[in-house]
């Protein structure tokens, strides 16, 4: 089981757990709806083209996963210091901490959340008159711990953050105890 994958559960369990007829009634403890909606579910699957067939793994993949195969995710951002708002030069040294800081962070949240890719493009005449995308990374990072803030070169700062293993543990004993 690789990163993507866990991560991918994870996000699924977390998004779709309140609108889940299935866990919604596994929660009430109604054994016989619960099978029941298992039927419909299945049914509904196979209806939908597999898309949620693919949830449904990943899910079950993801309850399944052991601690061991749970890892520690990392990530870095960069500032630069001279491009930072600030009165003084510790006000701008500051400023570019906290910037570095929110990039790793934006960072960590493209890992769990991933990266949702958007693109247009205008085609006249059989000619590509205009081609844009744009990237937009959205979630909640909880858990994050930073590891060290490092000068780098004159004028950069460099902030490595991470969730341990103990933290995303802890999120997916949660998520098993909703499902």
Request: hydrophobic share 40%; with cysteine; net charge negative.
């Amino acid at each position: 089981m690789n990163l993507k994958t866990i991560i991918l559960g994870f996000i699924i369990i977390t998004s779709t757990a309140c609108q889940s007829n299935l866990l919604k009634n596994a929660l009430n403890g109604t054994s016989e709806k619960v099978a029941e909606d298992a039927v419909v579910t299945t049914m509904s699957m196979t209806q939908s083209g597999g898309e949620e067939a693919a949830h449904v793994a990943a899910i079950n993949e993801v309850l399944d996963a052991s601690v061991e195969e749970i890892p520690t995710i990392s990530s870095v951002g960069y500032a630069v210091v001279s491009s930072q708002p600030g009165r003084s030069e510790n006000q701008r040294r500051l400023m570019a901490i906290r910037s570095a800081r929110m990039a790793a962070m934006r960072d960590l949240a493209e890992q769990i959340h991933g990266l949702n890719v958007e693109g247009n493009t205008t085609v006249i005449d059989l000619m590509v008159q205009n081609d844009t995308f744009r990237g937009v990374v959205s979630g909640t990072i909880r858990g994050a711990r930073t590891v060290r803030i490092n000068p780098t070169g004159a004028d950069t700062y460099e902030v490595v953050l991470e969730i341990d293993r103990e933290t995303l543990s802890y999120l997916l004993k949660k998520a098993r105890s909703v499902a």
